[in-house]
């Protein structure tokens, strides 16, 4: 049963914590928590010095569990993230765990690595598990990846492919701060480099969301409406990539989320056009000629958005 008090009690203190050593990002925090509860992960970009990482850490620092860093580099190999095996001269073995194996991953600057060490996070985003030697290790759970990426492109940078793209469930641009904002990072930073982040939440605590989630009620009218978009995108003549089956469950999941945040047990069409742009921009992937003429993801996805009917529910 949804406790709409319970939920909005443990989601502000998730945010009062994160607050107090992040000023603003608040679209981003919610996206944290949207993917904690849709039991998912989430990518970060943006340029450099833009608080990608110091949001990330601070969040998982806030939902409790284990959590580790892991700095991703050029020279990387998978063994350095998912472990391997230790052999002795008598012929036995041990496994030595890589830091994915925890609660909470931040991946930072994943595209900073090579596409055969950024594919070793693949199969423990998409199974919960890793392979090594034939050999599979289930990984602790809840477990969620953040990742942060760098502006693409940059130098030293390797693209993620489509596959890597898709098994995010959000993704969320991290901007610089505004004036304001800016003034009181400056007035607080003393402050803000001394302060510790305390657990806001305990792993039964984040069962028990992911629980509720699963109980907000989605109607027929609303999965017709997010196929309706869906399937408006792949025949768009501009779009070359088209979210697979996997974008229309991250919308439906992230909306059943982004209902129980607000207090509601039902799915309404604002949540799904709320969040389509975070669950389903990375998806798409627009064709040569049409990026000649400035056209972007954002921009199919608005136009699709304004085209497909909006459902009326009876509630």
Same mark, same amino acid.
């Given at each position: ?16 914590? *994160? ?55 050029? =020279? ?104 304001? !904002? ?33 109980? *907000?009620? *989605?109607?027929?009218?609303?999965? !017709? ?12 003549? =501009? ?49 040569? !000629?049409? !990026? ?24």
């Amino acid at each position: 049963m949804i406790n709409s008090e319970k939920t909005a009690e443990l989601y502000q203190k998730v945010l009062n914590e *994160v607050s107090r050593v992040i000023i603003g990002k608040g679209e981003i925090k919610e996206t944290l928590m949207l993917a904690l509860i849709a039991r998912g992960h989430v990518l970060i970009e943006g340029l450099p010095g833009s608080a990608k990482t110091k949001l990330a850490r601070t969040f998982a620092q806030a939902i409790g569990g284990e959590f580790k860093r892991i700095q991703l580099t050029p =020279d990387m190999m998978p063994q350095d993230i998912t472990g391997f095996y230790l052999y002795s001269p008598d012929g036995n073995s041990r496994f030595i765990q890589g830091p994915v194996f925890a609660n909470i991953i931040l991946a930072d600057e994943l595209n900073r690595t090579t596409p055969r060490t950024q594919s070793a996070m693949l199969e423990a985003m998409a199974e919960n598990q890793v392979t090594i030697e034939q050999k599979t290790h289930p990984l602790p759970q809840p477990f969620m990846v953040i990742a942060t990426q760098v502006e693409a492109g940059g130098e030293g940078t390797y693209p993620l492919t489509d596959v890597q793209i898709d098994r995010f469930l959000l993704r969320v641009t991290s901007q610089y701060a505004s004036e304001e !904002e800016e003034k009181q990072i400056m007035a607080s930073i003393d402050a803000i480099d001394t302060l510790a982040t305390t657990e806001a939440l305990n792993l039964e605590e984040i069962a028990e969301l992911q629980s509720m989630g699963k109980q *907000v009620q *989605v109607a027929p009218g609303i999965i !017709e409406y997010i196929v309706h978009i869906i399937n408006s995108l792949r025949s768009d003549p =501009d779009v070359l990539v088209a979210p697979s089956t996997r974008g229309s469950i991250s919308l439906y999941k992230c909306s059943r989320a982004i209902a129980l945040l607000d207090g509601r047990d039902f799915v309404i069409p604002d949540d799904v056009k709320l969040l389509a742009a975070r669950a389903l921009g990375h998806r798409i992937r627009v064709k040569a !000629e049409a !990026e000649m003429d400035d056209i972007t993801p954002g921009m199919i996805l608005e136009r699709t958005l304004n085209a497909v009917p909006i459902p009326r529910l009876e509630i």
